[in-house]
Nanobody, 125 residues
Framework: VQLQASGGGLVQAGGSLRLSCAAS????????MGWFRQVPGKEREFQAA????????YYEDSVKGRFTISRDIAKSTMFLQMNSLKPEDTAVFYC???????????????????WGQGTQVTVSS
C-alpha cells in the first residue's frame, strides 16, 4: 500500500485545513487508517483513526470537537478536517494504515505498517 498525504499549509490560529491521504495498491484489505503528527525531537503523536469497513472513529482528547476524520471508500482516500487550529497544532502530519486485524492500540504509531510522506501544518498566532 502506498499513501500520499496532502493538504497542509500555513493558516492563522482559529482557521481550518483539510488533509487528505490517498491510498493505492492493496487498498481493499485496509483495516484501519490514522493520522499522527510529529514535531522535532518528539515521537509521532496520535490524532485520529478510522476503521475502514464500518467507519468507527477514534480521537486524541485534545482534538475532539475540533478535528473530524472521514473516509471515501470508493476513492480510497482518508480525510482530516481540522478546525479551530491552534499554534500548538503546528507539526508534520502523517497518515498511516494497517491491513490486518491485530492486537494493540490504534493510538500507537508502531501498530501501523504503512506511512505517507507527511505534510507540514503551520498555525500562526
Amino acid at each position: 500500500v502506498q499513501l500520499q498525504a496532502s493538504g497542509g499549509g500555513l493558516v492563522q490560529a482559529g482557521g481550518s485545513l483539510r488533509l487528505s491521504c490517498a491510498a493505492s495498491g492493496r487498498t481493499a484489505s485496509t483495516y484501519v487508517m490514522g493520522w499522527f503528527r510529529q514535531v522535532p525531537g518528539k515521537e509521532r503523536e496520535f490524532q485520529a483513526a478510522i476503521s475502514w469497513s464500518d467507519g468507527i472513529t477514534y480521537y486524541e482528547d485534545s482534538v475532539k470537537g475540533r478535528f473530524t476524520i472521514s473516509r471515501d471508500i470508493a476513492k480510497s482516500t482518508m480525510f482530516l478536517q481540522m478546525n479551530s487550529l491552534k499554534p500548538e497544532d503546528t507539526a508534520v502530519f502523517y497518515c498511516a494504515a494497517t491491513l490486518e486485524p491485530k492486537s494493540g492500540s490504534v493510538t500507537n504509531w508502531k501498530w501501523y505498517n504503512y506511512w505517507g510522506q507527511g505534510t507540514q501544518v503551520t498555525v500562526s498566532s
